[in-house]
């Protein structure tokens, strides 16, 4: 019987996630298609129903829908349970179990294609959503030493902090509200500043809120934004001294946690990444077109 697995979310017309995880199932000549799902918010209860079905092995799930997911999940691991966050649903026997794959997919383009170790050092993460969510438990993970958390709505960086803040140990969580005060307050000792909002991404005419004139030399500049594959925010950054990395490696290794779920077998990460690649510069042939 063919099976089926897609990502949900609302937009989708940018995703890559079809184009990396279909070539690597086709790779191991899996009987499985990936597809895109877009859902609005007034739909997800029945996108998420309808993955219970025989030939549904799972999703994964994406912007805006991480956080509300996470209830309907028959069971949750614990990463996820700690986020407060899905990214990944797996369905067994008709029972939903919810995981959180963005935390290790974070962790490992940070460490690998990052060359940086959070432990004692001073982050600064701007958004509060599902995926600030999953940075900030990965960086409290690794020893951050303190982490500030600014983001629009303050009462949502406050909830991000009090749902996380149980596993700061001995670091220093905290929330501020955007304005250019707070960026002033942190940026000066930051290492490494990570952007967890749409702001940068193609087709968001929306300027990024974080002053460049605070971004250092030889801090990072982790924008997870993965299309474009540099953004305004990374070239301003690379511009004034600073070190930068893109979104696209944490989302072909979270892809690739998922994928593992899934199928059981272990992930072929070339073949992902060169999927997702091709796929990011054909969508900067046609939006040129």
Known sequence: ?????????????????????????????????YQAWPT????????????????????NVTIPHKEAVLPMMDEVDEIAARVGAV??????????????????????????????????RRVVVAG?????????????EAGAASIA????????ANRLVE????????????????MYASWEAVMDECDLLVNCTSTGSAGFEEESVIPADLIR???????????????ALMAVARERGARVLGGLPMLVYQGAASFELWTGKEAPLDVMFDAARGALAEGDRKARV
């Open 163 to 178: 749902t996380l803040g149980p596993y700061a140990g001995d670091g220093e969580l905290r929330s501020l509200p955007e």
């Open 87 to 120: 990214n990944t649903i797996v369905n067994r026997e008709r029972r939903l179990h919810g995981y959180n794959t963005d935390v290790v997919g974070f962790m490992r383009a940070l460490r690998e294609d990052g060359g940086f170790e959070a432990v004692g």
């Open 217 to 231: 030399p030889g801090m990072l500049v982790y924008d997870l934004v993965y299309h474009p594959a540099e953004t």
């Open 149 to 156: 958390v600014i983001n629009r709505s303050l009462s949502r």
């Open 128 to 140: 509060a959503g599902g995926g600030a969510r999953a940075v900030v438990a990965g960086l409290l």
């Open 40 to 59: 609005p918010p007034d739909g997800l209860r029945t996108r998420v129903s309808g993955l219970r079905g025989e030939s549904v092995l799972g999703a």
């Open 1 to 33: 019987m063919l099976k089926h697995l897609g990502v949900i979310g609302y937009p989708l017309e940018r995703s890559l996630s079809p184009a990396f995880q279909q070539a690597a199932l086709d790779h191991l000549q899996l009987d499985i298609v």
